[in-house]
């Protein structure tokens, strides 16, 4: 409480503690707690609401510096007027739940990632790519593209004329070429498709930071040839 003296917050809390309002935190030392979700959501709605801004930020900055949950911190952020610390967030809170193979959070993560940002960023490719890892796994191969190669061209655009690729712009592509060649769209000579991006990337880019993962995309493109019974082009 801004401005009050240490002792005079202890004897409002210990007046909250009689009136049976808040109780002290059995797991966190020093801290209380409202007793109800009624007590929490009314003393919430009192709070003004520039107040309520500084607090939900000053919250999601002490929370990711002390290893919350993304999520949590995401929603705080939110609220607190970060929009891009925010998004941040929900791409490594999408990231995590992939790593659990809860598609559907990490779907609505990405998402809400994405109405947080604008234009064509770095960030926006990383939550697209988030949302397209989702669509792959859930087998839709039609979304999983659309929104790999949006995340390519993000992260394309911000590559400017530098001839190194990153693991991310690696990740998109890899994808991209999967999920084409399970929808069966092998069309070469389209300027935009991931064959002819991963021609122009692949052999004219310095990639050898990520030799391993440039190697994985080759793979899948020819895995992808061999499917489609041109061992030639594989």
Not at 71 to 78: C, K, M, N, P, Q
Not at 180 to 206: I, M, N, Q, V
């Amino acid at each position: 409480v801004p401005g009050l003296p240490i002792h005079e917050i202890g004897a409002r809390l210990e007046e909250l503690t009689r009136a049976e309002l808040v109780e002290a935190d059995a797991k966190r030392k020093g801290l209380h707690r409202p007793r109800s979700v009624l007590v929490a959501d009314a003393a919430y709605a009192m709070i003004p609401e520039d107040d309520r801004r500084v607090a939900h930020r000053l919250a999601g900055l002490f929370l990711a510096d002390n290893g919350a949950e993304p999520s949590r911190v995401a929603g705080h952020l939110a609220r607190g007027g970060e929009p891009l610390l925010a998004a941040a967030a929900y791409r490594d809170a999408s990231g995590r739940a992939l790593e659990a193979h809860d598609l559907a959070v990490a779907r609505t993560h990405a998402e809400r990632g994405l109405a947080l940002v604008s234009g064509t960023t770095v960030l926006t490719g990383e939550l697209l790519l988030r949302r397209a890892e989702s669509a792959r796994w859930r087998g839709d191969y039609a979304a999983a593209r659309e929104d790999a190669m949006a995340a390519l061209f993000a992260f394309e655009a911000h590559r400017g004329t530098s001839s190194e690729l990153d693991a991310t712009t690696l990740e998109a592509l890899g994808l991209a070429i999967v999920a084409s060649s399970a929808l069966g769209r092998f069309e070469e000579d389209d300027a935009a498709s991931p064959w002819t991006l991963a021609e122009r990337l692949l052999f004219d880019a310095d990639a050898r930071e990520h030799a391993s993962l440039e190697v994985v995309v080759l793979c899948r493109g020819a895995a992808a040839w061999l499917g489609r019974g041109d061992r030639a082009r594989a």
